[in-house]
């Protein structure tokens, strides 16, 4: 029974900064892919970052500015978000599965989400 509970969504400025975190359950934590999607209102699902072990995978939209990194003591993975943009507002939902490959294809488990709002 995974579970993922995301928090730290608010509204931000327009190059401000905001930190993400999940906490996971019911997985070993350090053998699962972990990261974020995130969904803007009337578009699809789109992958944001995620990370194994020392790999880490980004969208070309927030490479530079985004950074992905766990906490394995604590089970939680974080999105560091820096100079944020406008758009960079939507939800953003916490993944974890068995592989990076997986986690891109969007095919494990899933958190309730978080509002990001950037405004300008």
């Known amino acids: 029974q995974v579970q993922l509970v995301e928090s730290g969504g608010t509204l931000v400025q327009a190059g401000g900064s905001l930190r993400l975190s999940c906490v996971a359950s019911?997985?070993?934590?350090?053998?699962?892919?972990m990261g974020w999607f995130r969904q803007a209102p009337g578009k699809g699902r789109e992958f944001v970052a995620g990370i194994k072990l020392t790999t880490a995978s980004y969208t070309n939209a927030v490479k530079g500015r985004f950074t992905v990194s766990t906490d394995i003591a604590k089970n939680t993975v974080y999105l560091q978000m820096d100079s944020l943009k406008p758009e960079d507002t939507a939800v953003y939902y916490c993944t974890a599965a068995t592989s990076m490959g997986q986690l891109v294809r969007a095919t494990g488990s899933w958190g309730q989400g978080t509002q990001v709002t950037v405004s300008s």
């Open positions: 019911g997985l070993t934590f350090n053998s699962y892919a």
